[in-house]
């Protein structure tokens, strides 16, 4: 039907009419006095969201445009970083780190597994000239649904003394990533994700440590150089033409996040996955994410009776919800379904229910139908 789609994708999330209302108005000069007021306002809010004292900057990019910025602000050719993998985003990163001539290492856990602290903590523990400068942590895996021990991980990095260079594109905004409380030096997202916000905006936050870094860092910098940002920053404005009216987005999400308060944003979070989870067991489909290490975000299923991409296409065709295929090795063999933003149990107990009806129009005999929407119920009015 017309104008009924749903987005249960990782990004872009659904947006609030007020948001998209926002977005409609007419821009204003970025330089007016009345920009700025509006700058002042979503800098404290998005330090509020970040749980950080540390500047929060925001950059015209998507999320790879903001963990871009995170290495190249506070690096040189030559360093050598630890990047941490268990998927396609993590992968990215050293992608990213070999285009810029960095010494790359890697601790790695295999697609749909957590990464082990410990393989991080004895990898640090071995560099004992401290020849690591940097390590590249994927909070939230989005390709795989599993979230990383960030809390333990961060404290070997910080035991060790090299900077941490955060991709929480899919944890801010879901997840509790308390910045200053886990001494995490570079956290990157981007607003098509927990942000409610179309794609367009990438947010950076510099700690202190990673300023000092940023002095001696040699690799080129010219639009994304977040000092520059920062002088904005400091002056409620920016340094190149923003996005005006993704930032007027911004503000009206961001007063409804702080309307809902974190406690309560990442408890929804925690009560959709559990939903999602139980409904996906009792409908007798495989999980991806080992139990007790899903993503709040998003959650990864890998069904043996019935065909991923058929799933897929019986959803969107039959009744407008989009959901995610696999990436790469994974692409025909896992859906994945994004519960991240502006998304309410309503919205999981109508997938779950289209999802029953699909695979039984598909032929999978594995459960009694709406025993998937029992256990999705049974945990959202627990
Ligand atoms: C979406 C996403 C990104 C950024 O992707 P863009 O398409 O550049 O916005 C990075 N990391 C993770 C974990 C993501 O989910």
């Not at 870094?213 to 920062?230: E, F, N, V, W």
């Amino acid at each position: 039907m017309e104008n009924k789609l749903m987005l249960m994708i990782p990004g872009p999330t659904p947006v609030p009419e007020n948001v998209l209302l926002a977005l409609a108005k007419h821009p204003i000069g970025h330089r007016s006095g009345e920009f700025s007021q509006i700058m002042a306002d979503v800098t404290a809010n998005l330090k509020w969201l970040h749980q950080t004292e540390n500047d929060v900057l925001m950059l015209t990019v998507s999320g790879t445009g903001a963990m871009e910025a995170g290495i190249i602000n506070f690096f040189s050719p030559g360093d050598r970083v630890l990047v941490v993998h268990n998927g396609k985003f993590g992968e990215r990163w050293a992608e990213v780190a070999h285009a810029f001539a960095l010494d790359v290492v890697e601790v790695t856990a295999p697609w749909g597994q957590p990464i082990d602290p410990n393989a991080v903590k004895s990898a640090l523990e071995a560099d004992t000239a401290k020849a690591i400068k940097g390590v590249i942590v994927t909070h939230s895996e989005t390709s795989t649904g599993v979230i990383n021990d960030l809390e333990t991980i961060a404290k070997h990095i910080k035991a060790h003394g090299a900077l941490s260079i955060i991709d929480a594109v899919t944890s801010l905004g879901a997840a509790n990533v308390p910045i200053d409380a886990w001494g995490l030096d570079v956290v990157c997202s981007g607003s098509q994700k927990g942000f409610m916000i179309p794609p367009g905006l990438g947010f950076v936050t510099v700690s202190p440590t990673a300023w000092a870094a940023y002095k001696t860092a040699k690799l080129p910098r010219y639009y994304m150089d977040l000092g520059k940002y920062s002088k904005g920053a400091a002056k409620n404005t920016t340094p190149f033409t923003p996005p005006v009216n993704l930032i007027f987005a911004l503000q009206a999400a961001l007063k409804m996040m702080r309307a809902e308060g974190l406690e309560n944003i990442f408890a929804r979070h925690q009560r959709l996955m559990h939903a999602t989870r139980a409904a996906i067991k009792a409908m007798g489909l495989p999980l991806y994410a080992p139990e007790g290490h899903g993503s709040p975000a998003i959650t990864a299923v890998a069904p043996t009776t019935v065909d991923a991409e058929q799933i897929r296409s019986v959803m969107k065709k039959k009744f407008d919800i989009v959901l995610a295929g696999g990436q790469d090795d994974l692409n025909g063999k896992i859906f994945r379904i994004g519960h991240l933003g502006f998304v309410a149990d309503r919205d999981i107990l109508t997938a779950i229910a289209a999802l029953e009806a699909t695979i039984v129009e598909l032929g999978h005999t594995g459960a009694t139908p709406g025993a998937g929407v029992a256990a999705a119920a049974k945990v959202l009015l627990s």
